[in-house]
């Protein structure tokens, strides 16, 4: 079945560091791919998408690239600041289907 | 901005208790989705609906169910609430008609049952 798996957390990094967060996914059909963001207390936010092979999506200097040949969209910024402190939920939809299959998570904090 | 909104961001309840988590969207969206989120688990998919008075299960339906009775509105009912339905209930809905799958939230129900 159609699946996602993330880079396990927590990732700490100081500010202005650089941030990779792996994501690969297996998928029957031709999935669009999304980071979304969930700031503390909050729900979830869309970062950034992309809806086939090569795409690139990109956001508030985040981007990731999306990579049929090796199933991955992984997430990167240059230089992330305290405010990029948040979880980051990768996730697919395959099309012809309603659903999202989501990662798991990861959590980022950035220190001072 | 497409808006969701839920109806209590945090709520305690007791075992056995009927609970009822409300979420209205303004976008006028036909899909509406419940999922929970939990440490480690990430979100996972309780029901999903896609029209008026029609639903799907999810991957975890058990001692769920719902209601759709508008278009804009979708409730999650615990019929009997069970300490491990302790969790974050996220609504989300998704227009039709899109070449991609993106869903918007609503921020979320903590909810704690003791």
């Known amino acids: 079945g159609d699946s996602v798996t993330q880079m396990e957390g927590p990732v700490t990094l100081s500010e202005e560091a650089f941030l990779t967060i792996n994501c690969t996914y297996t998928a029957t059909g031709y999935p669009s791919l999304f980071w979304y963001v969930q700031y503390p207390g909050e729900g979830l936010q869309l970062l950034l998408k992309a809806t086939k092979a090569d795409d690139k999506g990109s956001n508030k200097g985040f981007e990731a690239t999306y990579r049929k040949e090796t199933t991955s969209f992984h997430l990167e910024k240059g230089s992330v600041q305290v405010s990029d402190s948040a979880v980051y939920f990768c996730a697919l939809g395959v099309q012809g289907a309603q659903k999202l299959v989501f990662g798991q998570g990861t959590r980022l904090t950035i220190n001072p | 901005d497409v808006k969701v909104t839920q109806s209590s961001r945090y709520l305690v309840k007791r075992t056995g208790e009927k609970v009822f988590l409300e979420c209205v969207q303004d976008?006028?969206?036909?899909?509406m989705f419940w999922y929970r989120q939990d440490p480690g688990l990430g979100l996972r998919l309780i029901y999903f609906?896609?029209?008026?008075?029609?639903?799907e299960k999810g991957d975890i339906p058990e001692g769920y169910s719902v209601s759709r009775e508008k278009k804009e509105r979708f409730s999650l009912i615990l019929e009997s609430a069970s300490t491990n339905q302790t969790s974050m209930y996220l609504c989300?809905?998704?227009?039709?008609?899109?070449?991609?799958?993106?869903?918007?939230f609503g921020p979320g129900t903590r909810l704690t049952v003791l």
């Open positions: 989300a809905s998704r227009g039709v008609g899109r070449d991609d799958n993106e869903q918007f």
């Open positions: 976008m006028d969206h036909e899909n």
């Open positions: 609906s896609y029209d008026v008075k029609m639903k």
